[in-house]
């Protein structure tokens, strides 16, 4: 299914919006050139976008290294969008009773507006840092563990609405990305009641996830865990177990099967 790009678009947000992300990928921070050469932007053009973000606060220039990095109002926008997050304590438990168990980072997440949402992280005693992973991450449901237990068991319609979304992007060599491969893996998912992701969505990650059901039966979260593949071999049966237990227990605790 395609979709039509909207007409109505401003380019110069568009561009600054690119420099914040290309700027936030660089912790160390950018000089103007780099961003120019990185976007592809008219140095001119590129230099008008950073001081209006410096002068509203987005960017900050550091004067040791005349490189540009995120602004405090960076933090104040990040601090009013997790207010925007509401977790169950009792889910929020869980995740941290399944980083307990394992050692490892745990995840949950939920379906909103047709995608995953991550909406807790608990970092693991050995963490394996998925840069691009972040509370309130939302996309590639098709590559992760916590995207396809809940995609599994998602009702009919929203699950064939997202799966006319292919071809999915391939986050690495692994990842599934058309719609008929991903709905035998979203059967073998319902089937043995837990979802994998082996170097789907990260190379050396794999990941482990199970559904969370409510009093009524319906699907309301996914959990997850994360652990680098040379780990993942040796502990494999002891993760899944780990998963299945947490998303029954967190399951039980909002009522299901009562």
């Not at 970092?123 to 509370?135: D, I, T």
């Amino acid at each position: 299914m395609s979709v039509r790009p909207k007409q109505d678009l401003v380019g110069s947000v568009l561009r600054a919006t690119a420099i914040l992300e290309t700027v936030a990928a660089a912790p160390r921070g950018l000089t103007p050139k780099a961003i120019s050469a990185a976007l592809g932007l008219h140095l001119s053009t590129c230099y008008h976008l950073i001081n209006t973000l410096v002068t509203a606060g987005y960017l900050t220039r550091r004067a040791d290294t005349q490189t540009y990095t995120l602004g405090p109002k960076i933090a104040s926008l990040h601090s009013a969008f997790l207010q925007t997050i509401h977790v169950m304590p009792v889910l929020m438990a869980q995740v941290q009773a399944l980083h307990d168990q394992t050692g490892e980072t745990a995840y949950l997440a939920r379906w909103q507006d047709g995608d995953l949402v991550i909406i807790a992280i608990v970092e693991g005693q050995k963490p394996v840092r998925v840069q691009s992973l972040y509370v309130g991450y939302r996309g590639n449901a098709h590559a992760m563990a916590l995207g396809k237990a809940l995609l599994a068991y998602l009702p009919n319609t929203e699950r064939e609405a997202f799966l006319e979304r292919q071809p999915f992007p391939a986050c690495t060599a692994y990842t599934i990305t058309s719609a008929a491969a991903l709905r035998r893996e979203l059967l073998q998912v319902r089937q043995r009641g837990y979802s994998l992701d082996i170097e789907e969505f990260a190379p050396e990650l794999c990941c482990v996830g199970a559904p969370i059901f409510d009093r009524q039966g319906q699907l309301q979260a996914s959990i997850a865990v994360s652990i680098p593949r040379s780990r993942y071999e040796r502990c494999q049966e002891r993760l899944i177990e780990a998963v299945r237990h947490t998303a029954r227990h967190a399951s039980t605790n909002l009522g299901c099967g009562s």
